[in-house]
């Protein structure tokens, strides 16, 4: 099932359900960086919240999507990893590494706000 | 005494099964959520293990009453795929042979509190692991 992309000013944001296969990650992926040519946005929030597992393969794609944007030029902040899954992605050995990741969807408004702040 | 449940790996759909049928497991067990997605992510790695080096195999998940009201899971996760030629550094950590794509075995072995691995070359691998509630 595709993973719908809102738009809400400069910003995507796309949330993701609880179980998602690799393929829809892998589309996501894809989907999200052609949206941000398209749509010359400079931010994409990827809200996470329902995902109660982040394998290495989810944390792999995430990371490499965060990458390809910013090399279009825009950030991605990740958003709403659980406590437990934190805890279990650090035991396991994952890091989401130079990947800005916020709180909630609030605060990852708040922190792509700030950062078109003192980019402008 | 429970049945085992038992799911079939091939794609990566049944990698989301066999670690959702995981977590409801470990919830009828009343194992703490932190508990249940600690197991859940061990059967998502051992599970992608199995459909990147041998493309299928099988996830059995298993109940265990040890006498003393001692309760945990125990996940074996089988293929009949090439096998790891060598184990020793198959645990090292930062191993793996398909580049980018998964932290291996002992990020797994930190997920859970027994680990056992048999694989043979040309005839498989046997990993079982064993979760008990704290």
Known sequence: MEI???????????????????????????????EVVRSRSRGVIVDVTAIDVMDSFASHILQDLAH????????????????EVAFAMVQLGLRLENVATALDLEEGMSYLNRKFRTLA | MESDIQILIHTDQDIVTARQKGRSLAAS???SSG???????????LARNIVTYAKKGEIRLKALNGGTSRQGI???????????????????????????LGLGLPGVRR?????????????????TVTKWKS
């Not at chain 2, 508990?35 to 790695?45: D, K, M, N, Y």
């Open chain 2, 111 to 127: 997920l859970v509190d027994e680990f056992k691995i048999e694989s043979e070359r040309d005839h498989g691998t046997t990993v």
């Open chain 1, 4 to 34: 719908p992309i809102l738009k809400q000013g400069n910003v995507l944001i796309a949330t993701l359900q609880a179980a998602v296969p690799d393929v829809d990650l892998l589309s996501l992926r894809t989907a999200l960086v052609r």
């Open chain 2, 74 to 100: 125990r996940v074996v996760a089988h293929d009949d795929g090439p096998g790891i030629p060598d184990l020793e550094q198959a645990l090292r950590d930062g191993f793996s042979t398909s580049g980018s």
């Open chain 1, 68 to 83: 390809m944007i910013r090399l279009r030029g825009a950030e991605t902040v990740i958003v709403g990893i659980q406590p």
């Open chain 2, 29 to 31: 067990l009343n194992f």
């Open chain 2, 35 to 45: 508990e249940a997605t600690l197991i859940a992510l061990a059967i998502s790695e």
